[in-house]
């Protein structure tokens, strides 16, 4: 069967940086999203990587080895905003987007 | 302003009874795709469909219906709600024909009890 690991949950500090891991077990890969998700709203994107390698953009970084399966999202100098759900999603052979349950963040001061 | 709404916002219905989903883009997406989101299992894929005029069941397709008679509007039917329908349902669209990848957008979600 198809899978996608990740947290249920973390904590961080404002200020700190924080990595969210995503491993991954699919029929097939064309590519891997980070979505964003505030409570009671709709995810919105984050990330796309396709590639090995670090994608960077602005506080968010979101990296990828296709050999060992994983991805993480990298948020740095974390605000109270970055309080929210993290999800993870791939691109299966079908073209089809398995979802992770998502890693809720929680951001103290 | 561009995007998806989803209507209605929330609503209560008793089990047995027939309900409508509303979902509507203006972007001009080619895909549409309707979720469930229930807590601790993530988005499941109910229904989507790749053009106007075609549609297909993703992972969670038992109880539900939908169509695709245009490019803007994709409706999911629950033909005979059950409890275990309740949940938020997300409507999403990706435009695959002009992009290199398929990031998908998502409407605001309803939030459906069934009783």
């Known amino acids: 069967g198809q899978n996608i690991d990740q947290p249920t949950e973390m904590t961080a500090t404002e200020g700190a940086i924080v990595q969210i891991n995503c491993t991954y077990q699919?029929?097939?890969?064309?590519?891997l999203f980070w979505y964003q998700q505030h409570a009671g709203e709709a995810p919105t994107f984050l990330s796309y990587n396709v590639l090995d390698g670090l994608e960077e953009k602005g506080r968010f970084s979101s990296f990828l080895s296709r050999s060992k399966g994983y991805s993480y999202l990298l948020l740095k100098e974390l605000q109270m905003k970055d309080s929210a759900s993290y999800l993870c999603?791939?691109?299966?052979?079908?073209?089809?987007?398995?979802w992770g349950a998502g890693t809720k963040l929680i951001i103290k001061p | 302003i561009a995007g998806i709404t989803q209507a209605p916002t929330s609503q209560i219905l008793a089990a047995g009874r027939r309900m409508t989903l509303r979902c509507t883009q203006d972007?001009?997406?080619?895909?549409m795709y309707w979720y469930r989101q229930d807590l601790g299992l993530g988005l499941r894929l109910i229904h989507y469909?790749?053009?106007?005029?075609?549609?297909g069941k993703g992972e969670v397709p038992d109880g539900y219906s939908v169509s695709r008679a245009n490019t803007d509007d994709f409706p999911l039917t629950l033909a005979s709600a059950v409890p275990s329908q309740t949940s938020v349902y997300f409507c999403?669209?990706?435009?695959?024909?002009?992009?290199?990848?398929?990031?998908?957008?998502f409407g605001p979600g309803t939030r459906l009890t069934v009783l």
């Open positions: 999603a791939v691109i299966d052979s079908n073209y089809q987007l398995i």
């Open positions: 972007m001009r997406h080619n895909a």
């Open positions: 999403a669209s990706s435009d695959s024909r002009t992009r290199s990848y398929n990031e998908q957008f």
């Open positions: 699919t029929s097939g890969f064309n590519g």
């Open positions: 469909s790749n053009t106007a005029g075609t549609t």
